[in-house]
């Protein structure tokens, strides 16, 4: 494949927006643009108080025509304060918007070839994306979960891309080995974190509930972890994070059904334990804080000393079956954020419609 293949973003005109349907109250139930939105508040949504404090943009993230988000993977923003968000959506795999809301690309067919799939596979394995900075360029790691028979099985990769989607590295299941193509026997992988030395960091959540560490060119260091309560075993390691808030960088897992992070160091030893999370999913860090999506229905934020500076958006008093897009100040399953370099807050969720949103920092007198 040449590499003019892989230049394959769709750049929206003007007469795609033309095109964006309006919002029918018959088209509601999980399906197309409607599927993003909340109900539109009369005033304004704030989260939080004093410095953490933000503010709803209930336009941002909007999708045109038939396009819809699946259920919420990962999102990203670039070093252009591009926001990257993926779904498990075959229409598009990918959505790419600037940091005010216009979408800037969408990518669907040709991402998918590019990968090495269909659009339909993309959408069944999506998971996690992690933004880099390595030297002057910028790479996204895509984290596949596993889909289709044991026989038949496809994703449980990590592939290393550049902006464009085109494809440099990839391990684990793949068809063939070559120079820039490896096996390894991930089960069910779902983050990847990149530490300033290089290295990467892989956390194997929805299977073996191991830790891998490899160096830059992806040579294996260590393994640890396993299934278990005690520390240096998990119970859904589902996020992986290099913390460089603090003098010497530390590794974050998010040990989500254990309701809890476990800080290690960078070779992988156990040194403490954060408790009292809440289905703790992955992380972000920003001006001196860590960002924690929780599934359990909030958005925590840490300081560099691993306390709680705020939780926002607390949706676990909502009762069974009620729509939390009647809420736009609660969350319902926070699985992925990211902060811009403006500082606002960026949320998307385990829902069958995505639900994108942008929440602009507008900090407030303590």
Request: glycine share 10%; charged share 25%.
């Amino acid at each position: 494949m040449s590499t003019s293949e892989y230049l394959f973003p769709r750049r929206l005109t003007r007469r795609d927006f033309l095109h964006t349907t309006g919002l029918a109250a018959a088209g509601l139930a999980l399906s197309g643009v409607s599927d993003a939105a909340d109900t539109k508040p009369t005033e304004a949504v704030r989260l939080g108080s004093g410095q953490a404090t933000y503010t709803l943009d209930p336009e941002w993230g909007q999708l045109p025509g038939k396009m819809k988000y699946g259920f919420g993977c990962a999102l990203v923003v670039d070093s252009q304060d591009r926001v990257i968000v993926t779904s498990r959506s075959a229409d598009p795999c990918v959505a790419i918007f600037d940091r005010e809301g216009k979408l800037l690309e969408t990518w669907s067919k040709d991402f998918a070839g590019a990968v090495g799939f269909t659009p339909q596979q993309v959408a069944a394995t999506a998971h996690g994306l992690y933004w880099s900075k390595e030297g002057k360029d910028e790479f996204l790691y895509w984290t596949e979960n596993v889909a289709g028979p044991k026989d038949k099985r496809i994703g449980a990769r990590v592939y290393k891309t550049d902006l464009k989607g085109k494809i440099l590295y990839q391990i684990g299941n793949v068809d063939k080995e070559t120079a820039t193509s490896v096996k390894f026997d991930f089960t069910n992988p779902t983050d990847v974190a990149i530490a300033p030395n290089g290295d990467i960091y892989v956390v194997d959540g929805y299977g073996s509930q191991k830790v891998h560490r490899f160096d830059r060119n992806f040579k294996l260091l260590k393994t640890m972890g396993g299934p278990g309560k005690e520390h240096g075993k998990f119970n859904t390691c589902h996020g992986v994070w290099v913390n460089t808030l603090k003098k010497e960088p530390e590794i974050y897992i998010a040990d989500r059904a254990n309701n809890r992070l476990e800080v290690y160091s960078l070779e992988l030893e156990y040194k403490r334990t954060i408790p009292e999370m809440r289905l703790p999913c992955c992380f972000y860090q920003h001006n001196g804080q860590l960002y924690i999506p929780e599934l359990g229905a909030r958005v925590s934020i840490l300081d560099d000393k691993d306390k709680l500076v705020a939780r926002l958006g607390d949706g676990s008093g909502l009762k069974k079956g009620e729509d939390v897009r009647k809420h736009p100040e609660m969350f319902s399953t926070p699985h992925a954020l990211t902060v811009d370099s403006k500082g606002d807050l960026y949320v998307i969720e385990w829902l069958p419609y995505g639900r994108p949103r942008k929440f602009r920092h507008t900090p407030a007198s303590s």
